[in-house]
């Protein structure tokens, strides 16, 4: 296990390799081994009806499950080619002002059996949801799946 | 039926209402009642793999469909609200080049039952489509749920 990076040091991260993430200001708000928080203001995201495009919350949804993967990969030795390979969104209501994603990541033992397939397969896959909220009203539902690779 | 605006006039539209739009450097390379073609360039939306982010192909999918409806419905004199509701992308391949979003929008009596829900019942869904490509190649799939309400 590689120690778990800073909050900031994830932000930095995001901002450097997926430029876009610094442009929608995403913010990094938890990343441990218990899920990922990443939180957007409504300005650089925002639409023709003052509430938030579409495709920043799916983006931010994206982000958040990959980010947690991603780190949970690299906290395991891996450092695998990680690629989303499908996902849906179901808006829920309009998000109004800075909204938040939290993907809680994999149970554990699901993630060791994730290892276990990347390390025999050479590719494994992972599906995992993220919830998005504006002011603790779920205002999004995001699910994904995720290909890693050697 | 209103005058279709120019493509200038689309992009201009976009960008000034949908900010990120313009950060993700989208060009309207077609808009009219076959369809709508937004090309998005490499570099604005790269990732740590240098091909294009996942939220970005998820974003340009989102905006060309919308923008299709979006001024079909302003073309047939209708102002409605439109929101997205659902939508699902499938990543078929990385995409390392510029690339494009083509919606072809509804078949014509289709459209014309939707504005009929809509003028009867106040809102009406849509269903819509788009294909991503790069340099010709299929990289993703795109499919939304749309709906208008007066």
Known sequence: MRPIPSLAEVEAYLHKHIPLSAG??????A??????????????????????????????????????????LRSAGHTSRLVIQRNTVDYLAPIK????????????????????????????????TAVLTCEGEKVAAFAGDYVAAR
């Open 97 to 128: 002002r800075d909204f938040e994603a939290r993907c809680t990541g994999m149970p554990a033992a699901q993630f060791e059996e994730f290892l276990r397939t990347l390390d025999r397969y050479g590719k494994a896959r992972a599906s995992l």
């Open 31 to 72: 990343c441990d081994a218990t899920g990922v928080t990443l939180r957007a203001p409504l300005a650089p995201n925002i639409n023709h009806h003052s509430t938030v495009f579409g495709g920043s919350t799916s983006a931010v949804g994206i982000l958040s499950a990959w980010t947690w993967l991603h780190f949970a």
């Open 24 to 29: 929608m200001g995403i913010r990094v708000v």
